[in-house]
């Protein structure tokens, strides 16, 4: 059977946090489709979006593979908001001094399953990477992130990164996280962190004390949170444009 033809199940690893039931009445084709990439060497490629399909909307998965050459750099910036399942995937290779930048927020609210899964490779030297994942939650919904970072043999000097925070908002609203390193190279700088926790109460207090309403210092914590996945955006007019959509997404949470 092949891969077109066949539905992957909350069994394999890479799907088990997944919607098992939107997964069982997916199109295998639509599932198992990759849109690709490349990145000239030297050059500069992004992709900025949000997924904000409404209740109504199934699920969507949309998955990449990107090649960046020699001394390329290439940037991803991505909110979800919508959608009862969503799944953004991507798989990066990366040459030589090439980078790869990533920032991803998910919003969630009733029972939406929200996720992103990265795969980067490290396939030759002085190449970097740096991830950086936000999860909103609140109601019953979930917010996952999956990323795998390789380095290749000889691939030395390599620098990657990610992190991973969840912050959740209500009772029965949950995160999940799976970092995995896979390092075949001895010089190298890999690293990554997850918390996942409510809103710091102390904070909270310290700016109510000076004056703000108890709601508006919980908005202002939530915005600077979700703020640090789009930090990194060259494209300041796109970071913009997501985080405004993140905050409007949030006049419908309990905060």
């Given at each position: 059977?092949?891969?077109?033809?066949?539905?992957?199940?909350?069994?394999?690893?890479?799907?088990?946090?997944?919607?098992?039931?939107?997964?069982?009445?997916?199109?295998?084709?639509?599932?198992?489709?990759?849109?690709?990439?490349?990145?000239?060497?030297?050059?500069?490629?992004?992709?900025?979006?949000?997924?904000?399909?409404?209740?109504?909307?199934?699920?969507?998965?949309?998955?990449?593979?990107?090649?960046?050459?020699r001394g390329g750099r290439f940037e991803a910036f991505h909110l979800?908001?919508g959608g009862r399942y969503v799944r953004h995937e991507i798989e990066?290779?990366?040459?030589?001094?090439?980078?790869?930048?990533?920032?991803?927020?998910?919003?969630?609210?009733?029972?939406?399953?929200?996720?992103?899964?990265?795969?980067?490779?490290?396939?030759?030297?002085?190449?970097?990477?740096?991830?950086?994942?936000?999860?909103?939650?609140?109601?019953?919904?979930?917010?996952?992130?999956?990323?795998?970072?390789?380095?290749?043999?000889?691939?030395?000097?390599?620098?990657?990164?990610?992190?991973?925070?969840?912050?959740?908002?209500?009772?029965?609203?949950?995160?999940?996280?799976?970092?995995?390193?896979?390092?075949?190279?001895?010089?190298?700088?890999?690293?990554?962190?997850?918390?996942?926790?409510?809103?710091?109460?102390?904070?909270?207090?310290?700016?109510?004390?000076?004056?703000?309403?108890?709601?508006?210092?919980?908005?202002?914590?939530?915005?600077?949170?979700?703020?640090?996945?789009?930090?990194?955006?060259?494209?300041?007019?796109?970071?913009?444009?997501?985080?405004?959509?993140?905050?409007?997404?949030?006049?419908?949470?309990?905060?």
């Open positions: 059977m092949t891969e077109a033809a066949t539905l992957p199940t909350t069994r394999d690893e890479d799907w088990r946090y997944a919607d098992s039931e939107f997964l069982a009445a997916a199109n295998p084709q639509a599932i198992n489709h990759w849109r690709t990439l490349t990145v000239p060497a030297g050059e500069t490629r992004a992709r900025y979006s949000e997924e904000s399909s409404g209740a109504q909307c199934p699920g969507s998965v949309e998955r990449y593979r990107v090649h960046v050459e979800v908001t990066v290779t990366l040459e030589e001094g090439a980078h790869f930048e990533f920032g991803g927020v998910t919003l969630g609210g009733d029972d939406k399953v929200q996720e992103f899964v990265t795969r980067v490779i490290h396939a030759e030297p002085n190449a970097t990477s740096n991830q950086v994942v936000r999860a909103v939650q609140w109601g019953k919904s979930t917010g996952n992130f999956l990323g795998r970072i390789e380095v290749v043999r000889d691939a030395q000097k390599t620098d990657a990164a990610q992190n991973f925070r969840a912050l959740l908002l209500e009772r029965g609203a949950s995160a999940n996280t799976k970092p995995e390193l896979e390092i075949f190279a001895d010089d190298v700088k890999c690293a990554h962190g997850a918390a996942i926790g409510a809103l710091d109460e102390t904070a909270g207090y310290y700016m109510a004390a000076r004056g703000l309403p108890p709601e508006v210092a919980r908005k202002l914590q939530v915005q600077a949170f979700i703020a640090d996945a789009f930090a990194n955006c060259s494209n300041s007019d796109a970071a913009d444009r997501l985080l405004e959509g993140a905050l409007l997404k949030l006049d419908g949470a309990v905060i």
